[in-house]
Nanobody, 119 residues
Framework: VHLVESGGGLVQAGGSLRLSCAAS????????MGWFRQAPGKERELVAR?????GTKYGDSVKGRFTISGDNADVDLHMNNLQPEDTAIYYC????????????????WGQGTQVTVSS
């Protein structure tokens, strides 16, 4: 599975951006698509994920501001009311079921796209 991200960039606080991710290859095996982010000096964290059944999950800091949409081959992240603390590299990820662990593991990652929010 190969993931290509687009979007991102520089925006002022309160503004909006949309990130897009397109998957190619063995997309039939994908059970979940998600967006993660990593800010300098911080660990990578979940922003939002979308499961093949349509379920969604959001990180606490983005609830009510970000929306994930799409399917198991293409997923968008709509980001509203962006704040300086949202500044990070955002990564798209695709998850497959792992029988050994008994859960979905995010095995495929995009190259990352920078989002910078100025105050």
């Amino acid at each position: 599975v190969h993931l290509v991200e687009s979007g991102g960039g520089l925006v002022q606080a309160g503004g909006s951006l949309r990130l897009s991710c397109a998957a190619s290859g063995s997309v039939f095996s994908i059970k979940s698509m998600g967006w993660f982010r990593q800010a300098p000096g911080k660990e990578r964290e979940l922003v939002a994920r979308l499961s093949d059944g349509g379920g969604t999950k959001y990180g606490d800091s983005v609830k009510g501001r970000f929306t994930i949409s799409g399917d198991n081959a293409d997923v968008d992240l709509h980001m509203n009311n962006l704040q300086p603390e949202d500044t990070a590299i955002y990564y798209c990820a695709a998850g497959e079921w792992d029988g050994d662990y008994g859960r979905v593991l995010y095995k495929y990652w995009g190259q990352g796209t920078q989002v910078t929010v100025s105050s």
